[in-house]
């Protein structure tokens, strides 16, 4: 097996650095290779996703990825910006089916801004359609515009677009991760206004066909983010397209009280994938060493899950997570009175502690 660690910007290097600590106590067989990506690429190699890491990740068996962006390099043209090393890898490595959870830990309720009985056990999972949609339709760009409210204007345009099989692939992983959890599928979109919605709502319906015995509800964008944040528990599965899914998982996470914890995957047909934390590169926090380690320590058990066929080794990162959550122990992002802050470093020790104890009993 080989992993490929690309830590990226930001609080990226820290953080990776214990979530490869606590794979490499787990004591299983594997190699990595680290490559930079995002504005630490750009720097040394002129662009964000240089071809050597594109290969490293295409190579690989996993990617466990950091975080990229720095407001630096906000002034930089569109293509040699950060966010473009994330894009290029959902792209180029055909990682189409995005997992998001949600979920809210016993230990942390109070740290969400919605009152604890609202989020107290949320588990939601997102589902987000990662390689379609406005974000990679063509044609985009700016123009001098011919028609609408200002003809002869300067305009930006962006193309929103799924085609049938898009939508039916990501339908069939969601109905699929529906039937495993409590079988209960809420599809995303704004098909009161938008033709491509209106096919997306049609394609899940008509996929829903397949899996009788999961229960399928369509809601507007809209309503669904007014839902997030009135009722979430409500919520279980939900799919929806990239640009929808961007923003209401952001609101999820948020429900929890602490992006810091949420890991996702980003997987291709083949359920090789891409995981990353939710949050990302943290800028204004990087080299304090007081981030939080466990979102990307959560990303790698999810890797060992769904890439690398090993759910043990998963199992005992989750169980370790827990059981420093258990302790009390908190980074500064989830700390609260009476529990006991600490470092990047020394929560990922306390993570590896945990290991070490279910291993040796
Ligand atoms: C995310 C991020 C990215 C996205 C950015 C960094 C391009 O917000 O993973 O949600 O919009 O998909
Ligand atoms: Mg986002």
């Given at each position: 097996m080989k992993i490929a660690i690309l830590p990226g910007d930001g609080i990226g290097t820290e953080i990776?650095?214990?979530?490869?600590?606590?794979?490499?106590?787990?004591?299983?067989?594997?190699?990595?290779?680290?490559?930079?990506?995002?504005?630490?690429?750009?720097?040394?190699?002129?662009?964000?996703?240089?071809e050597s890491t594109l290969a490293l990740a295409k190579a690989a068996d996993a990617v466990l990825f950091g975080a990229v962006g720095d407001w630096k390099y906000d002034k930089l043209?569109?293509?040699?910006?950060?966010?473009?090393?994330?894009?290029?890898?959902r792209k180029h490595l055909g990682l189409f089916a995005n997992f998001r959870p949600a979920i809210c830990y016993e230990q942390l309720t109070h740290a969400s801004s919605l009152k604890p009985e609202l989020v107290a056990g949320l588990d939601i999972l997102i589902?987000?359609?990662?390689?379609?949609?406005?974000?990679?339709?063509?044609?985009?760009?700016?123009?001098?515009?011919?028609?609408?409210?200002?003809?002869?204007?300067?305009?930006?345009?962006?193309?929103?677009?799924?085609s049938r099989p898009e939508i039916e692939r990501i339908a069939h992983v969601a109905f699929q991760a529906a039937r495993k959890r409590s079988k209960r599928l809420t599809s995303v979109d704004k098909a009161n206004v938008l033709e491509t919605s209106q096919l997306w709502k049609d394609v899940m319906t008509q996929v829903h066909a397949?899996?009788?015995?999961?229960?399928?509800?369509?809601?507007?964008?809209?309503?669904?983010?007014?839902?997030?944040?009135?009722?979430?528990?409500?919520?279980?599965?939900?799919?929806?397209?990239?640009?929808?899914?961007?923003?209401?998982?952001?609101?999820?996470?948020?429900?929890?009280g602490s992006i810091g914890m949420l890991p996702s995957a980003s997987l291709d047909k083949h359920n090789k994938g891409l995981y990353e934390p939710s949050h990302g590169s943290a800028p204004d926090i990087a080299g304090k060493g007081i981030a939080n380690p466990l979102a990307t320590i959560l990303s790698a058990a999810m890797m060992l899950k769904f890439s690398l066929n090993q759910p043990e080794a998963a199992a005992r990162i989750e169980a370790a997570v827990q059981s420093v959550l258990a302790q009390g122990l908190r980074t500064a992002d989830i700390w609260s009175e009476g529990t006991r802050k600490v470092s990047t470093r020394e929560m990922g020790d306390a993570v590896v502690a945990a290991i070490t104890k279910t291993i040796t009993g």
């Open positions: 990776m650095a214990e979530a490869v600590k606590v794979l490499r106590v787990l004591d299983l067989k594997f190699e990595t290779e680290t490559a930079p990506v995002g504005g630490a690429a750009y720097e040394t190699a002129g662009h964000p996703l240089p043209e569109r293509a040699l910006r950060p966010e473009q090393a994330i894009l290029g890898l589902i987000r359609e990662l390689t379609g949609d406005i974000y990679f339709g063509q044609p985009r760009g700016r123009r001098t515009a011919v028609d609408g409210h200002f003809p002869g204007a300067e305009e930006g345009f962006d193309t929103m677009r799924y397949q899996y009788p015995d999961v229960e399928l509800d369509h809601m507007y964008v809209d309503n669904a983010a007014m839902q997030l944040v009135k009722a979430p528990k409500k919520f279980d599965v939900v799919v929806t397209g990239n640009m929808f899914g961007d923003i209401l998982s952001d609101e999820a996470a948020m429900l929890t």
